[in-house]
């Protein structure tokens, strides 16, 4: 009996519809692998995206899974593996549906998930001709984001259906979605090799952006289609017979060359479509090499070559990996003809080019795995070696992977900046704009908030927030690896440190003023920074905030004859005044920070050995609180006033801590607490012990010098028997 399910799901016996069926049939698959789950895993994928997309139209009026399954279709005429088709399929699901990587890895496993995603990061990026200057680096990019070479080879599957059936956009997107075509694409696929795609797209972008033309040499070519045939066959079928004399199985073929290759030699030499006689060549495959040079041998025994357009691309492959022999012959008519000899591997890796390598071989059908690819990179860097034709270009194309010092991010528009490796989010404001990094409160990577201490990764799309009132903090420094970010933060923290200054000083001449009963002096005083080699009240203000001028100097030498009366401690008083002001006088040390009231967080209670962080609040100095502490405003639009600070250890103090301990109510319990942590040298300054349901719940503070000393006497209370828990607690 038929399985119910298998009229929703074929996979259980029901019949398979016949897009999905002429999909499969055209996929290459391994010879020794199962057939029916292949069939499964593929169908589950067409199903899965077909659902995703369901509902979504394409500009042409169609359903948008038919741009997917073209996709998957031409993935797999072009022999590429399960795993590329099935991502082929679902290319457009993380970034059209609601698909999630997650969901795609949980299904269809991380390799496929990875491609989609990969897929997904290009996708984003939109190219206009004000970035024409990038396309170098959109090349590099493409390559770099595209670890994996399949991303690539499911991009240009993707392009070359959206090229197909562009005619159905609007003539403005037709117009930036051909030059983008042509300025990378096209570039790219030359670039590795993929003569099929480039010739077929260059077709595409000459019908885009030069209607008339094209159609003016299609008529052409219609019209000359009959004569050219006879030409052809002319010649075609005496070499074939000639060549089976010599016991060649040889597949010959006149082929006409692109539209833009015809279009681009007119321009180029200026000629007339009719004075071009190169418009079409004939291809010769044959098995294996030797059979190259032989049928080459032969040609050149029946037709007298021209002497300069004899070409030997296997001896010499070009730097894309292009593989043949190119000749021309002036045949019986005397017309000249451009004759292509290459063995069949050569004429697939001429098609499809770096796609090649993911083809499963006849003999093995193992999934192709990331180390043949790198050593076809390495095989062609060592044919580049040979090469004279813009080797250096190349090279620099394909060593993105193997330098590491660069990355390549996207601005939300799609621009790409380049960074240096280790940098994050604040590097990338500050590059886009200083007023961008100083105002620079939050940062989205691929559309998901993240920490400012994000290290950047190729092809990370980035999205600064900012917020008028954000500032850059100390710890910006230790978060940035660009000079431009550094500069302008540290300028900054200048400024901002001068106007602390500025205000304790201020504090200080006020408060001193007024203890002397002297504020009728201040109007004085306050024009009399000339007098100090100042420039300005602000100044003088700063000198006394740092200390470097006091009160009494002034006085000195403005009042040189009334011996005005400044107890002999005031000096002192001023210097403890700055002392208490600044962090050092706590136990604490500040980078590049001074002159700032040091407090600690009573929610947290910091002891030394505890990470810690500073916050500036307003009129109030700096609060210390320990990193892991509640009440710190983590992400909030505070969150800049957080500045890193550490313990100084030269400073021998006391902290109080607190502690919660658990344990069973058995009698003297507290006082085998109390023995314990008085064992460890630890005084305690209170206790406050509660019982309930015969557990006892005991808090107590405690003088310590360090974390260190804590642990050690926590962990001996804990290892006493009866005691359950004991934690350092807040509260
Ligand atoms: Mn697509």
Redesign the pocket.
């Known amino acids: 009996m038929q399985n119910p399910l298998a009229k929703f799901m074929p996979q259980f016996g029901g019949e398979y519809p016949k897009p999905f069926m002429s999909l499969f049939k055209k996929m290459t698959l391994p010879l020794n692998g199962d057939q029916e789950s292949l069939k499964t895993t593929v169908w589950t994928a067409y199903d899965f995206a077909k659902h995703h997309h369901e509902g979504q139209k394409r500009s042409s009026g169609k359903p948008y899974f038919e741009?997917c399954l073209a996709?998957g279709q031409i993935l797999a005429s072009w022999g590429m593996d399960q795993n590329t088709v099935i991502g082929g399929l679902l290319?457009?699901t993380i970034e059209d549906t609601k698909v999630t990587f997650q969901d795609l890895e949980q299904r269809f496993g991380k390799d496929i998930a990875e491609l989609v995603d990969g897929v997904s990061k290009l996708g984003g990026i939109k190219f206009s001709s004000r970035q024409a200057k990038q396309a170098g680096n959109f090349m590099k990019l493409l390559l770099s984001v595209a670890k994996d070479l399949r991303v690539i080879i499911i991009k240009f599957a993707?392009r070359l259906h959206?090229m197909r059936t562009i005619s159905f956009l609007p003539e403005k997107k037709q117009i930036r979605i051909a030059e983008e075509t042509k300025e990378i694409y096209i570039p790219l696929a030359h670039r590795l090799g993929m003569a099929a795609v480039k010739w077929e797209l260059d077709d595409l972008v000459l019908k885009t952006l030069h209607k008339t033309e094209h159609m003016e040499i299609e008529k052409k070519l219609k019209a000359s289609k009959k004569e050219r045939d006879k030409i052809i066959q002319n010649v075609i079928l005496p070499v074939k017979r000639e060549l089976k004399k010599y016991n060649i199985d040889a597949n010959i073929c006149g082929r006409v060359k692109s539209h833009s290759s015809i279009f681009g030699k007119m321009q180029k030499r200026g000629k007339s479509f009719e004075e071009i006689f190169d418009i079409y060549a004939i291809r010769i495959i044959v098995d294996k090499v030797e059979e190259c040079y032989l049928a080459l041998g032969i040609i050149h025994q029946m037709y007298s070559p021209v002497q300069d357009r004899f070409k030997d691309f296997i001896a010499t492959p070009k730097s894309n990996g292009y593989q043949s022999i190119h000749t021309t012959i002036i045949d019986s008519k005397g017309q000249l003809t451009e004759i292509q000899i290459r063995t069949r591997e050569m004429e697939q890796t001429a098609e499809i080019g770096v796609a090649a390598h993911w083809r499963y071989k006849e003999d093995k059908a193992t999934t192709p795995d990331l180390d043949s690819n790198i050593k076809w990179l390495r095989e062609l860097v060592n044919i580049l070696k040979d090469e004279s034709s813009d080797p250096a270009e190349f090279m620099n194309l394909l060593k993105i992977d193997m330098f590491d010092d660069e990355i390549f991010v996207f601005t939300p528009k799609g621009d790409l900046e380049k960074l240096p490796v280790n940098a994050t989010p604040i590097d990338f404001a500050f590059q886009i704009h200083s007023e961008v990094g100083l105002h620079c409160l939050g940062c989205k990577i691929n559309h998901k908030i993240v920490p400012l201490n994000t290290k950047l990764k190729n092809g990370d799309m980035l999205e600064i927030i900012t917020s008028a009132t954000q500032e850059p903090s100390y710890g910006w420094l230790k978060l940035v690896v660009t000079t431009k970010a550094r500069t302008h933060i540290s300028r900054y923290l200048r400024a901002i440190e001068s106007e602390t200054s500025i205000k304790i000083g201020k504090d200080i001449l006020e408060k001193t003023l007024r203890r002397l009963k002297r504020m009728d002096d201040m109007k004085e005083i306050n024009e009399s920074f000339a007098k100090f080699g100042l420039n300005s009240l602000e100044q003088l203000y700063e000198s006394l905030g740092d200390g470097t001028i006091l009160v009494r100097d002034i006085f000195k030498k403005l009042k040189p004859k009334e011996h005005i009366q400044i107890e002999e401690d005031e000096q002192e008083r001023q210097e403890r005044f700055i002392d208490l002001a600044r962090s050092s006088s706590k136990g604490i040390k500040l980078q590049g920070i001074k002159d700032l009231m040091v407090s600690f967080g009573k929610c947290c209670n910091p002891i030394p050995g505890d990470e810690m962080v500073g916050f500036i609040t307003r009129g109030r100095g700096l609060t210390v609180h320990r990193t892991n502490c509640n009440s710190l405003p983590i992400l909030s639009k505070e969150s800049d006033r957080l500045i890193p600070v550490e313990w100084d250890f030269s400073k021998k103090e006391l902290f109080s801590a607190r502690i919660k301990v658990i344990s069973q109510d058995s009698p003297g319990i507290l006082k085998k607490m109390s023995e314990c942590i008085s064992s460890v040298n630890i005084n305690i300054s209170s206790v406050d012990l509660k019982v309930t349901d015969n557990f006892a719940t005991a808090y107590f503070i405690v003088k310590v010098n360090n974390v260190k000393q804590l642990d050690r006497m926590m962990k001996k209370l804990i290892a006493i028997k009866e005691i359950d828990f004991v934690e350092r607690t807040d509260k």
């Open positions: 741009h996709v290319h457009d993707d959206n």
